[in-house]
């Protein structure tokens, strides 16, 4: 898929969405260590591991590094959408949170 949101959707999209992510991850579990800086979203958890998403400018995407995988999203109507597997980011958060945490998690943009 090749992204066309323009420079200025993609900030005002990519800053929302990863500001909601942050109150989501803050509020789901105290163990959590939870920063955005600089649109750049670090998750540490009680294990010492840490899962990065952030925002990238050059490419208009979002990126989440995980479990030494990473995945890149590109915005579309529906939200942020895997440029690999077509699955959402915030199912790929939810997967991946969960799968460190151990319980499901169910965050969403709304």
Request: hydrophobic share 40%.
């Amino acid at each position: 898929m090749t992204n066309t949101i323009d420079e200025h959707r993609f900030e005002v999209e990519a800053d929302k969405t990863l500001l909601r992510l942050e109150t989501c991850l803050t509020e789901l579990d105290d163990s959590l260590d939870v920063d955005l800086s600089m649109g750049v979203l670090t998750v540490e958890f009680e294990s010492g591991r840490k899962f990065v998403i952030n925002s990238h400018r050059a490419a208009r995407q979002i990126w989440m590094s995980a479990y030494a995988t990473a995945w890149h999203f590109d915005f579309n109507e529906d939200g942020w959408v895997s440029t690999k597997s077509q699955e959402d980011l915030f199912s790929v958060v939810n997967e991946q949170v969960g799968k460190e945490l151990g319980y499901v998690v169910s965050l969403s943009m709304n």
